[in-house]
């Protein structure tokens, strides 16, 4: 009788970004070959999705600490109580107040690209997907930061060299504010007590695969440090367009069960907001931090 453990698959999608691993059960302890598989996986993928494994809060957090330290998100209202680390996203309400954050991901981003330690790895887990007939709603999308730098004009390459640019938590606060009015609007004195503005290169260094990557997002980065505003908010939207282009997207159509994993130095990230109530969707999330960005 064959008595090995049934060794679980990996399988990559075509194009830069992506792969999906089954058959592995994160319920028995995993030992630290099985963990480097995956987390070298990660690495050569950027996006990857273990399915069936839906995860208790304290797992969640558990498992991620594999990664390094959890980060705590400074939005504490829509933090889990007893295991802060694990931030919460959907469109529910109960008794009145959301239930975790109800516009997150809506513009291209990097996860907490706002901190001088940005998070180098999410981990999201899916409670609950919207569908409806059979269709599933409520796709995250992904941007191969890496194949976008690759593409970029050496006359481009050149410019960007050595500038850095302003990634801002209250930026984004109140851009969603008026765009979606879904959170407040805030004023100067209330956002100060969210984090100011991280200053990073436009144009970073993987800290583990060494390949070049395109640091600015639409929904944080608003100011490119020296250069006149008009030049810089021109320069920031060719880069946003650039990194949407289809050639660099990969798209993750939900399962529940799926623990779904990015590196937020080489992809970025957006939600699709296709659905709404009676259609729930219940995400719970943990980043864990990185290195300041070179
Ligand atoms: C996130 C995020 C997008 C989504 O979890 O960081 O941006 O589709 N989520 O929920
Ligand atoms: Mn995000």
Redesign the pocket.
């Known amino acids: 009788m064959d008595t090995t453990v049934p060794k679980f698959a990996i399988r990559s999608e075509n194009g830069p970004i992506g792969a999906e691993i089954t058959g592995l059960d994160l319920a028995i302890p995993l030992d630290d070959a099985t963990f480097d598989e995956i987390e070298s996986a990660l690495y050569r993928h950027a996006v990857v999705v273990i399915r069936d494994c839906l995860q208790t809060p304290p797992q969640l957090a558990s498992f991620s600490r594999r990664f390094g330290t959890p980060q705590i998100n400074v939005r504490a209202e829509a933090t889990n109580a007893e295991t802060p680390e694990v931030f919460w ?1 959907s469109n529910i309400t109960k008794d009145g107040q959301p239930v975790g954050s109800h516009d ?2 809506r513009y291209w ?1 990097s ?1 907490l690209c706002y901190l001088d330690a940005p998070s180098k790895v ?1 981990l ?1 887990n899916a409670i609950e997907v919207p569908t409806r007939d059979g269709m599933v709603f ?1 796709d ?1 999308r992904f941007a191969a930061a890496t194949a976008a730098y690759d593409a970029l004009s050496d006359d481009l390459k050149r410019r960007l060299e050595g500038l850095r640019a302003a990634n801002g938590y209250r930026y984004m606060w109140n851009k969603k504010a008026h765009e979606f009015g879904l959170r407040p609007v805030l004023s100067e004195e209330e956002l100060e007590r969210y984090p100011p503005d991280a200053l990073h290169p436009i144009l970073r260094t993987h800290p583990v695969t060494g390949q070049k990557c395109l640091f600015v997002c639409e929904g944080y980065t608003h100011r490119i440090e020296g250069l006149e505003a008009s030049e810089s908010d021109e320069l920031l939207r060719t880069l946003f367009e650039h990194l949407a282009k289809p050639e660099f997207l990969y798209r993750h159509k939900w399962q529940v069960g799926d623990l779904l994993m990015w590196d937020n130095c080489a992809v970025q ?1 957006k ?2 907001s296709d659905f709404e109530l009676p259609l729930r969707r219940l ?1 719970q ?1 943990c980043t864990i931090e990185g290195t300041v960005p070179f």
């Open positions: 996203i997150a991901g981003h996860d999410t999201l409520g995250t990230h939600a699709t995400m999330r």
